[in-house]
């Protein structure tokens, strides 16, 4: 989903398509819509991720359309240092550039008078440092007795640099009602329990570190209608004789459809998909693993974590919705050094996804389009096995009730 598609005031998103972000990260994706839906979030992310627009876009649109009746500060974030004050003040300042919010930066190092006129003024968000925050308050310069958020970021960082006792002390000075926002680069049990004395039911989400694909894997895609991914699925295992495959289809429907295709040519493969029983699941990964079946029709339940030897190639059959699994797809071949190839088809109607893993990766794929008489010639071949392919994929439709491919969730 672009911004453009977001629930957000028209002043953040005209803002964000001057600034040229097109797309949320994965971390705006998972935290953006449950901070406007008014939940407490905690969010293990690193920095690179996004994950400061991934409160700065909620918290202003929060601003914009509940913040008149408040006079004072709204929104407080609590950060280790003063450049991390300093930068996080200005996405603030930056995102909202067409709205009146007032973000204030407030750390040591420099006179307090400025700072103290600027509050006196009025001002939305303040990001702090804790030092120069509780000097303010104890002076009765600040008051932070009505913020809506608390953010908290980089509470790992703050934990590292002494800032707990900080952290506990903040909270007798905001309100019980509030909604917290909690960051950490890392995890560990200090960090847990920290983040458990702050947020209440948060929803949690981790982020891993942006991965690109690996250097042993050769990975492209290729034009194919979606129609016609069949005759290139069977025409691509039919020339990897004795190959080890996984193939990543977006449904578990289309599965079992792929692998009926792929019987009626007399190509035999197993289905894995989370409808299945646990034990069955087992089962077939494990003659998968033992070479007893040799293609694997999957969804991408199966493209996490698993570590299965020898895999000579995976074929996105469908683009993934989600950019981050092409990657952990295509991880499932060249593993141990091994070289690898991916290859997966694209429809006209899936090349914006192809977008979205370029932008996440940060590298082009490799494209190819086949030129017209060698593509029309592998529908032919499978042609001359005496299937009506259009009529079978009608009748599936109707045996399913599905209309459209992309009906079937
Ligand atoms: P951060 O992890 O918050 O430090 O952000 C890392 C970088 O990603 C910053 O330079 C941001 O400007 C940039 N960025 C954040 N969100 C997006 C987005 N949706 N599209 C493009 N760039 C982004």
């Known amino acids: 989903m672009k911004f453009s598609q977001y629930p957000i005031a028209k002043e953040i998103k005209e803002r964000l398509e001057e600034i040229g972000y097109k797309r949320p990260t994965d971390i705006q994706y998972k935290a953006i819509r449950h901070i406007m839906e ?22 202003l649109d929060w601003i914009l359309k509940n913040g008149k009746k408040n006079k004072g500060v709204k929104c407080l974030v609590m950060v280790p240092t003063r450049e991390l004050a300093k930068q996080i003040a200005s996405v603030f300042q930056d995102i909202g550039k067409k709205t009146k919010i007032k973000t204030l930066g407030l750390f040591g190092g420099v006179e307090q008078e400025q700072q103290i006129r600027t509050l006196n003024n009025g001002i939305d968000i303040l990001v702090a440092t804790p030092g120069r925050m ?71 989400i981790q982020i891993s570190p942006k991965n690109p694909v690996a250097k042993t894997i050769e990975h492209s895609i290729v034009f194919v209608e979606m129609d016609d991914k069949r005759f290139f699925l069977e025409n691509m295992i039919k020339n990897h004789e004795d190959k080890k495959i996984i193939v990543f289809v977006r449904t578990k429907v289309r599965v079992e459809r792929v692998v009926k295709a792929m019987k009626r040519v007399g190509i035999e493969t197993e289905a894995l998909h989370g409808g299945l029983e646990q034990k069955e699941r087992f089962s077939i990964l494990n003659r998968f693993k033992s070479g007893e079946n040799k293609i694997l029709i999957t969804t991408d339940v199966a493209c996490r974590g698993i570590d299965i030897p020898e895999v000579e190639m995976v074929i996105n059959y469908d683009i993934p919705d989600n950019p981050e699994n092409y990657v952990h797809r295509c991880g499932r071949t060249g593993r141990g050094g091994k070289k690898g190839y991916a290859i997966s088809f694209c429809s006209g109607q899936e090349k914006e996804l192809v977008e979205a893993i370029e932008d996440y990766t940060g590298n082009q794929i490799e494209k190819y389009e086949l030129p017209k008489e060698e593509y029309m010639e592998i529908i032919r071949e499978t042609e001359e096995n005496g299937y009506d392919w259009k009529k079978l994929i009608e009748e599936e439709n109707k045996r399913s009730g599905t209309k459209d491919i992309w009906d079937d969730k």
């Open 134 to 204: 509780f000097d303010l308050i104890s002076q009765g310069h600040l008051d932070i007795s009505k913020v809506h958020f608390l953010v908290l970021d980089e509470a790992d960082l703050m934990l590292e640099f002494g800032f707990g006792k900080d952290i506990k002390d903040v909270l007798k000075h905001v309100p019980l009602k509030r909604q917290t926002l909690f960051f950490s680069a890392t995890i560990s049990k200090r960090i847990k329990k920290l983040a458990y004395d702050v947020v209440r039911n948060a929803i949690r």
């Open 38 to 59: 008014g939940e407490d979030v905690m969010a293990i992310a690193q920095t690179g991720t996004g994950k400061t627009a991934a409160f700065v876009i909620p918290i």
